[in-house]
């Protein structure tokens, strides 16, 4: 009895010590500057850290590379979540090897019962499917990239119009990692002598696609109706190039270019069609741990030109609540007769991140 534990203890060693080589075998791929990069990024602190640097690594690693050295660190399964890989998968041979080393009986594997065949015609399989993929997605670490915030608050206005609104949003957002998206939608409104004195609404969306380590390509949506104001309503479709003059924590600005189509509804003139160049940058800022900066600059350049300048700042309460306050300053260079070229929006909001 007592060989048999010692053969067990024994081959128990060996497999361990096998282990051990063939991960420092692996270590050993993964440049010494690089893996010093990734131990740093897992003792630091900062959110996401770890997560940034693992993205990093995989514009010139394999990702076999990259998850052997986090396994050492024993943070593999958040960089198989920056990766968008699935669960390390089960050995079952060594589970085979470890059940006849300790002399335990083996496990008998049933096989699963035959699925009732689907009487619908297939229409019940889809539904089925997307749940299972939604599922498979959630568990894989995939929507780890995404965040997501509802605000409400109160806006002043002044310029074309002074006075005081109610705002709600909504904003989704994508981490750039490979492609990325950004998505908000807006609502502001008020009364005057129980009349509509705002009734403002505006949903924009950009996706954005990698294409090198600075250079990014996109599209972009936007639409916005204003009462009263002096079209109807506007939007815009359009597309460009986009350069990451600044990467990184805790400064990043995007600059982007691109053509596109302005269309403006004026009140009893039909519908113009104008094209445009859009100009855009965008500015983040940490000022400290729970304090960010940000600034959204856009020109479009047109017969009917537009400025917007948007500066934002955000105030974290805890990890879900933060207070936001956000200027924004539009400048017309050709208003439509009795209005002004001016407008100017300040709000303040309380912020509930998800």
Known sequence: MKTAFTLAAAGAALLAASAVA??????????????ELLEAASESSAE????????????TQPPETILTAAARLGREGEARAALGLGPA??????????????GMPPMVYQAAPPEPEDESGGWLQAP?????????????????LWSGRINAGL???????????????????????GWGFRGTLDY????????????????????????????????????????????DWTAFLGG????????GEPQTLTLRAGPGMRFIQEPGHGRQDIPALDLGADYMARITESITFTSESNVLVSEIGRADQQFSLNSALNEWWSVQLKHHYRYEFDPQPGFGSTDQRTDISIVREF
């Open 22 to 35: 063939e991960e420092s075998e692996h270590i050993a791929d993964l440049p010494a500057p690089l893996y």
């Open 48 to 59: 996401n850290r770890f997560a940034d640097a693992v993205r990093l690594l995989s514009l």
């Open 89 to 102: 998968p089960v050995d079952m041979g060594m589970q085979v090897a470890v059940i006849d080393d300790l």
């Open 128 to 144: 089925a499917a997307v749940t299972v993929a939604l599922a498979e997605t959630i568990a894989s670490g995939r929507f780890a």
């Open 155 to 177: 806006r002043f206005d002044s310029g074309n119009t002074d006075r005081q609104d109610y705002t709600v949003g909504l904003e989704a957002n994508r981490e750039l990692s």
């Open 188 to 231: 502001a409104y008020s009364e005057v002598n129980e009349l509509v004195g705002r009734d403002w609404f505006r949903a924009r969306a950009r996706g954005e696609r990698e294409a090198g380590e600075r250079f990014t390509g996109y599209a972009t949506t936007e639409y916005e109706r204003d009462v009263p104001a002096s079209a």
């Open 240 to 247: 460009g190039v986009g350069y990451r003059a600044l990467r």
